[in-house]
């Protein structure tokens, strides 16, 4: 049963900019902790690139400080990543992760893919 749906993504040019979307239900949006946005590039480790946590506040990975920018919907129980200014180091497959109510959800993963 899929929980989270991932939209978004694709391949750009480098410089350009893409936004991820992460859906999700009301009960699993209504009860969320922290929600990030992952990546994971062939022959790498997942690595976190930004998190935002139940009381708005945001950290970012050092290599995308200033370009992305993770928020959320709660109308729209949809969580976002705005990759701006990408950079062929920044494909990758990328997934959502949401903490609510002890529970760990993940999207299904989307690839993002820059051209030099």
């Known amino acids: 049963q899929v929980q989270l749906v991932q939209s978004g993504g694709g391949l750009v040019r480098a410089g350009g900019s893409l936004r991820l979307s992460c859906a999700a239900s009301?009960?699993?949006?209504?009860?969320?902790?922290?929600m990030a946005w992952y990546r994971q590039a062939p022959g790498r480790q997942r690595e976190s690139v930004a998190t935002?946590?139940?009381?708005?506040?945001?950290t970012y990975v050092d290599s995308v400080k200033g370009r992305f920018t993770i928020s959320r919907d709660n109308a729209k129980n949809t969580g976002y990543l705005q990759m701006n200014s990408l950079k062929p180091e920044d494909t990758a497959v990328y997934y959502c992760?949401?903490?609510?109510?002890?529970?760990?959800?993940w999207g299904q993963g989307t690839q993002v893919t820059v051209s030099s």
């Open positions: 992760k949401i903490e609510s109510r002890n529970v760990v959800y």
């Open positions: 009301r009960f699993i949006f209504a009860g969320i902790n922290i």
């Open positions: 935002i946590i139940s009381g708005g506040a945001t």
